[in-house]
């Protein structure tokens, strides 16, 4: 365990001492702010042509959070495209897997450094909305579902994410093939506007928004809890395999 | 201490090591030579445990590195041909991750820390990011990476590759400082290297074990008979090159002897022995008696440049291929 924490802790320090944290921790505050802020501008509107103010969870906390879906997609591959595929170019990957620890703590260490990074971002969001709870009195817990929902997401896609810079030695392909990845599996649902049944069903079921979106709404789904967990181990099996791959092929 | 038996390592197109065996004692420096592309990181990196050989059995410490991997690790201390820095660490910081990785923990890390920048001699940039260190300290902070748990073993791949002359001094000394406590094999197409550091050596070519013995055993055994450069000059008038030939063939034990130049007066040639027969007095006395000035005259013993180029090459153009490399790290 304390292996695990030890290369954790080294792969956040890794993006603070980057360009790569301020830039995206830049990035998505003002992305979010400007989201938030539509959402406040809107929710002022109603409040205006309705009895009193409008619902704050309803017209300002479910959209930001919604968005945050999106956003990530756009993050996730920035965040990843670096852990394994900078250490192959580098040549550090040998002092990694020549030290005593195993294959599978390092890839928990990295997966848990690079869920440390995405937690930083999504503190970002929780500053814009802790607006709304200082002038206005929403409901904290479907903010909270949301944030569950984005942890398994995120999670699920960092998993994806490692295991693809785990097949390269170049971050740009690692980045731009994760981001393909995202993408699909964020509009996998799509399938099901002409097709409702057979191969369309099972790969609207592998679609992330899906699962999403019950957690946007604030509710707790086990099924959805369930496939981000199972990606997540998917994710990181295949990350394990691929590790162990480099030992006979190197 | 470290038991390498009939190691091979297939690629899908070709053989990187053939049938490897060696053993190195414990507290020895064995150096590991061979051109470039010979299989030497190869074997290196099948007894780091980094990948496993397609057949044959290696241990260190009494452990396969098969079957037991982490009790292999924990022992070992590895140096890759480039040093595995993280440039955006500090260095005080990297060690300390390494440490770390190696399983040490609080007080004894501190301590190793300490230890090891004093040994290596980097107390002075424990604060300085790695991204900005010059390529000798760089290699340096590697080498304090390998030793940092104070491992049994410690295994180097082209310690002194891209260093200066004077770095490259210094960290022979300090690689031969560091034997007795530790085993050492390191790897190098550096010939004075080995003949320095280096009580064995283990020859590689082509991913064939060639030879391996103790340095002098193996200048010697490849000697066998000895070769004298022979300088003559004239007391006065013009020399007789002929008859200096004659008069160097007629000495005792000489087989033959070959004109190398003959300019201004001055003629020189290369004298080989019989077998075993040393010829170097009675070649002097006989250029004196026949009435001519001896003006050099040298041992023209087989380095073990010589040994080794003659082990490895097959063909001309590996053996320039291996003296420009040779060239090339010497002046890097």
């Given amino acids: ?250 | 201490m470290i038991k390498v038996e009939g190691i091979t390592k297939r690629y899908a197109r070709f053989t990187a090591v053939d049938n490897v065996s060696f053993e190195v004692a414990k507290g020895q420096i064995v150096g590991f030579l061979g051109p470039n592309g010979a299989g030497k990181t190869t074997t290196m990196r099948i007894l780091t445990c980094f990948q496993p050989p397609s057949e044959g059995r290696a241990s260190v410490a009494g452990f396969d590195v098969m079957e037991q991997p982490m009790e292999v690790k924990k022992r070992i201390g590895y140096l890759p041909e480039t040093p595995p820095l993280y440039p955006d660490m500090e260095v005080g910081e990297y060690l300390e991750f390494v440490g770390k990785l190696k399983g040490l923990r609080g007080n004894d890390l501190a301590k190793r820390i300490t230890e090891v920048s004093g040994k290596i001699n980097i107390g002075d940039v424990r604060t300085k990011l790695i991204a900005k260190l010059s390529k000798g300290y760089k290699q340096r902070v590697g080498l304090a990476q390998a030793l940092i748990h104070n491992p049994d073993v410690l295994i180097l791949d082209e310690p002194t590759s891209g260093l200066d002359p004077q770095q490259i001094l210094e960290t022979r000394e300090l690689i031969k400082g560091l034997a007795g406590d530790h085993t050492i094999i390191l790897s190098t197409h550096i010939l004075p290297e080995v003949e320095f550091t280096c009580e064995r050596v283990v020859i590689i070519s082509k991913g064939k074990l060639v030879a391996t013995d103790t340095v002098d055993n193996l200048t010697h055994r490849m000697r066998g008979s000895e070769n004298v450069g022979v300088e003559v000059e004239a007391r006065e008038g013009t020399l007789d090159v002929s008859a200096v030939q004659r008069k160097l063939e007629q000495v005792a034990g000489v087989s033959k002897v070959i004109l190398r130049e003959d300019k201004n007066n001055r003629a020189n040639f290369e004298v080989e022995s019989l077998q075993g027969r040393s010829i170097r007095a009675d070649l002097a006395r006989a250029v004196v008696e026949g009435g001519f000035a001896l003006t050099e005259l040298k041992a023209a013993g087989m380095s073990l440049e010589d040994v080794f180029l003659q082990l490895t090459s097959t063909d001309k153009v590996d053996e320039a291929k291996v003296e420009e490399e040779i060239e090339k790290g010497e002046a890097a």
């Fill in chain 1, 1 to 250: 365990m304390s292996n695990i924490l030890a290369i954790a802790q080294k792969e956040l320090k890794s993006y603070f001492v980057s360009p790569i944290a301020y830039a995206l921790l830049a990035i998505y505050a003002l992305i979010s702010g400007w989201f938030s802020l539509i959402a406040i501008a809107n929710f002022i509107e109603m409040s205006m042509q309705g009895q009193g103010p409008a619902d704050l969870n309803g017209y300002v906390i479910a959209p930001v959070v919604s968005n945050a879906g999106v956003l990530s997609l756009f993050l996730i591959p920035m965040i990843t495209m670096r852990l394994f595929a900078e250490e192959k170019r580098s040549g550090t990957i040998e002092l990694l897997i020549t030290s005593p620890v195993t294959d599978m703590e390092i890839i928990l260490g990295k997966w848990l450094g690079a869920m440390g990074m995405y937690a930083c971002i999504l503190g970002v969001k929780l500053f814009c909305l802790s607006f709304t709870f200082m002038f206005g009195n929403p409901d904290w817990r479907p903010l909270a579902t949301a944030y569950l929902g984005m942890f398994l997401q995120g999670g699920a896609l960092l998993a994806i994410g490692m295991f693809i810079s785990n097949t390269t030695r170049n971050q740009i392909v690692a980045g731009a093939t994760t981001f393909g990845m995202c993408l699909l599996f964020w509009t996998f649902d799509w399938a099901t506007t002409f097709k409702a049944d057979g191969w369309a069903k099972v790969l609207a079921y592998l679609s992330l928004t899906a699962h999403f979106n019950s957690f946007a709404r604030g509710v707790i789904d086990t099924k959805d809890t369930v496939f981000f967990l199972s990606v997540i181990a998917l994710g990181i099996f295949l990350t394990a395999r691929s590790l162990e791959s480099l030992r006979w092929r190197a």
